[in-house]
């Protein structure tokens, strides 16, 4: 099982939306709510991230998923 960066979603979940934030080979990926694409930084993601997990923003939610790629790492 690969257990790296790129194995990984992130999921911030809100009242009506969720965003999602991946690791592909060019770095870091934001899926918005309407399906656009951004790339953005680790920093950015933390900057997102940080918030919901310490409970300064109400209703917002993160969830984690891992992504098998059956690749046999």
Same mark, same amino acid.
């Given at each position: 099982m690969k257990l790296t960066n790129d194995s990984y979603?992130?999921?911030i979940h809100t009242k009506s939306a969720t965003e999602r934030y991946y690791r592909d080979k060019k770095?870091?990926?934001?899926?918005?709510?309407?399906g656009r694409k951004f790339r953005a930084t680790a920093e950015q993601v933390l900057n +997102?991230?940080?918030?919901?997990?310490?409970?300064?923003?109400?209703?917002?939610?993160?969830?984690?998923? +891992?992504?098998d790629f059956g690749r046999g790492d």
């Open positions: 979603v992130i999921l770095g870091w990926l934001k899926i918005s709510t309407r +997102h991230l940080l918030p919901a997990l310490a409970g300064i923003k109400p209703n917002v939610t993160v969830t984690v998923e +891992h992504r």
